[in-house]
């Protein structure tokens, strides 16, 4: 079909006119945490790699041990647990970061962390926008982001959604669920706390609520290194205390605005970068996208438009294309 | 592992050891495994045991004078626990020990003759044992023996010893009676003699096991050189590592069981009792390896149920609270921690490389072909289209 040039600016302008009528629509207010709002501080500084965490969650879960290659080499089941990463088994992992001959800790050159990853129950999650069914969603109070395996359609669009690749299908299932870290928000229920937090030893992850985590958290960035402060175990309010020495934090709470903002606060001695965490803007990608497609589809004005201006698109090519047969038929 | 050579040691024990090892129930066969125990115990190769027997038989070892300051006897009754072999007949002949006030039978100014005698005749020969701190306090009153402070004491005979071993925790770093306040000013031998010549080997522990002693001494004797040390002046064959690399519970401690009471399910079931205050994590010593008492397994500190209490270590013992959670000394962790990103799968093979793009190949000269065979469709319903008008 030749279009003339008049007719195709006649279909570009109305388009145009469509994206930038329409009303800028902002997304939800899921940015603003309930004053209630609860979460995990983790310190690296203060982890002993013990994994009494990953122990303790496995428990409080009912999870099973996942596999690994010494299970599958030795065809043993449920005597070692031994998974690389997070896993459909594995809700909460310790990893290790190592540089060099990895000699001191809490160091960046030559020296080695250990780092907690579990879900970051964000301020405004990805995952929570983009399900299609509304599995994923978010407490209003707690801000715990649950997920019902009722509604679950299998599309995994959770998988692809969140920055940091917390959630987990299970591929062995046909029928399987998205796994993460939902808080233990079965035994907080209940009054108790998540078992990670229970089960730490040192104080590395404390429970409580996420704004007196946050206050904490700066409190211990304004420390002098080498000073001996006495870390809450398991509550940031606990009265049981351990003593340690201070190490020289880098100067950033994780989890304050990325993304913007989470409940799974960080602080390291080490770049965060190193540590696997990504670099994220202080918005959402659910900000961005929920802006986008609630400016273009408000009301359903704009596809409307839309609609029309390519009706009035076909029509015309449709008339050029009779007159020119008609043309053709004269000659 | 080559096994000693037994005739060598036979040639070497001789008729005179014989029959004095026979008289205290020694068999010849005995010696030779105390020989050749005390050789993997150094971690030496077995044909050691060779050397070890020579030396310890040699006619002309040199005496041991073993002084006491402020101690509370346990360093030497932790010798005379040893089994392997029992001290008093065959250690004390091996090291003729000239002067112990525990053990000696003399007392007063005999007592004092005899020691003073053995300095002049051995002088640069003997080995000298120091067992408990010595005062610096107000000139030292603290201690005295035979008139003299025991600064006074140590400084008149550590000078003249070939070695000197400060066994102990008191004798290495001031023990027990330096803790805070430290009214008498208790003091470690290397502390209160930091210029002296002498080689001085630290021993601590509360009490150090029998058995490092005399795994010192032997290699002393046998080699004529000091065991490795560390920057403390710590045998590194005994003090090189710390309790937590070779603890018994470490498996629990990596398997995140911990025993949060004493007496709770995990204590009962002998779970890590890092959670207890263990400082097992932060110690260097030996225990979990030699234990205590030959008296099986388990006869340890931890392997009763109490956490350790860092005995050996300066700033842990007598200093850090029983139940304070200890320091994780830096380890160079082990490699069973998955690290941030782990590689999976092996890449792109070449042969998947190629099917890949065989595929793709055919695909896009099937759409080359296509788009070809619908221009020239094209063109033929526009001929036909002219044709027909």
Redesign the interface.
Same mark, same amino acid.
């Given at each position: 079909m030749k279009l003339e040039r008049r007719d195709f600016m006649k279909v570009i302008s109305a388009g145009a006119v469509t994206a930038t009528t329409a009303k800028t629509v902002r997304s939800e207010a899921r940015t603003a945490l309930s004053e209630d709002a609860v979460g995990i501080l983790y310190d690296a500084t203060v982890c002993i790699g013990c994994k009494a965490c990953e122990v303790a969650c496995k428990e409080y879960n009912d999870m099973p041990s996942s596999s690994s290659y010494v299970n599958d080499q030795f065809e043993v089941k449920n005597v070692w647990d031994s998974p690389d990463d997070l896993d459909a088994k594995t809700l909460n992992k310790i990893k290790l970061y190592k540089d060099g001959d990895g000699s001191v800790k809490d160091r960046e050159k030559d020296g080695f962390s250990y780092i907690k990853r579990a879900c970051m129950h964000c301020a405004d999650p990805d995952c929570v926008s983009v399900c299609p069914v509304t599995a994923l969603t978010k407490d209003p109070v707690t801000g715990i982001v649950s997920y019902d395996e009722t509604r679950c359609c299998g599309c995994r669009y959770c998988q692809i959604a969140c920055q940091y690749l917390i959630p987990k299908f299970e591929y062995d299932d046909p029928l399987g669920q998205i796994q993460k870290c939902q808080l233990c928000s079965h035994v907080i229920a209940e009054g108790g706390i998540p078992g990670c937090c229970e089960a730490c030893p040192t104080g590395a992850s404390i429970y409580g609520n996420v704004h007196d985590l946050l206050d904490e958290a700066h409190q211990r960035l304004d420390m002098t290194p080498g000073t001996t402060y006495d870390f809450p175990v398991r509550m940031v309010d606990s009265k049981d205390r351990a003593s340690h020495e201070v190490h020289e934090y880098v100067n950033y709470v994780y989890g304050e605005s990325e993304g913007g903002g989470t409940q799974y606060l960080i602080l390291s001695a080490v770049p965060f970068g190193e540590l696997g965490l990504p670099n994220l803007p202080d918005h959402s990608n659910a900000s961005v996208t929920e802006k986008l497609q609630h400016s273009l589809y408000k009301g359903m004005i704009a596809p409307a438009a839309l609609f029309v201006g390519l009706l009035y698109a076909a029509h015309q090519s449709v008339k050029y294309h009779n007159r020119s047969d008609e043309e053709g038929a004269d000659e | 592992m080559s096994r000693p050579d037994v005739t060598k040691i036979h040639r070497n024990i001789g008729q005179y050891h014989t029959g004095e090892m026979d008289r205290r129930g020694v068999s010849r066969r005995d010696f030779i495994k105390f020989c050749t125990a005390m050789s993997a115990a150094l971690t030496l190769p077995f044909t050691f045991a060779e050397r070890i027997a020579a030396a310890v038989t040699d006619p002309a070892r040199p005496p041991v004078i073993w002084l006491h300051f402020q101690d509370c006897t346990g360093c030497t009754e932790t010798l005379l626990r040893a089994t392997h072999p029992t001290v008093e007949s065959l250690v004390l002949d091996i090291i003729s020990l000239d002067y112990s006030e525990t053990l000696l039978a003399a007392a007063g100014h005999q007592a004092e003759a005899a020691k003073q005698a053995t300095i002049d005749d051995f002088e640069g020969k003997f080995i000298l044992v120091v067992e408990g701190s010595i005062p610096t306090k107000d000139g030292g009153i603290y201690c005295k023996i035979g008139d003299k402070t025991a600064v006074q004491i140590l400084e008149e005979t550590l000078p003249k010893a070939a070695a000197a071993v400060a066994i102990g925790s008191c004798a290495s770093w001031g023990g027990i009676p330096s803790s805070g306040p430290n009214p008498t000013g208790a003091k470690g031998v290397t502390e209160v003699m930091p210029e002296a010549k002498t080689p001085v080997i630290n021993l601590p522990g509360c009490p150090p096991s029998p058995y490092n002693l005399m795994q010192t001494v032997v290699y002393y004797l046998t080699m004529n050189k000091l065991p490795e040390l560390d920057k403390k002046g710590r045998p590194k064959f005994a003090y090189g590592s710390i309790i937590h690399e070779n603890c018994e519970r470490r498996a629990h401690?990596?398997?995140?069981?911990?025993a949060e009471q004493f007496g709770d399910a995990g204590h009962r079931q002998g779970w890590c009792l =890092?959670?207890l205050g263990c400082k097992g994590?932060e110690t260097h010593a030996n225990c979990p390896s030699i234990l205590y008492g030959d008296v099986g397994s388990g006869a340890w500190p931890v392997g009763t149920g109490h956490p350790c209490f860092g005995c050996t270590e300066e700033d842990v013992a007598f200093t850090k609270p029983l139940h304070?959670?200890a320091? +994780?000394a830096?380890v160079?962790?082990p490699a069973? =921690?998955?690290?941030? +990103?782990?590689e999976?799968g092996k890449g792109l093979s070449i042969g998947a490389a190629a099917v890949v793009g065989a595929a793709a190949g055919v695909a896009g000269g099937a759409a080359a072909m296509m788009a070809k065979d619908l221009r020239k469709q094209d063109e033929e319903d526009e001929q036909t289209?002219e044709k027909a008008?």
């Open positions: - | 401690f990596d398997a995140g069981r911990f =890092y959670k994590p304070q959670q320091a +994780v830096e160079v962790p069973f =921690y998955p690290h941030i +990103v782990e999976k289209n008008e």
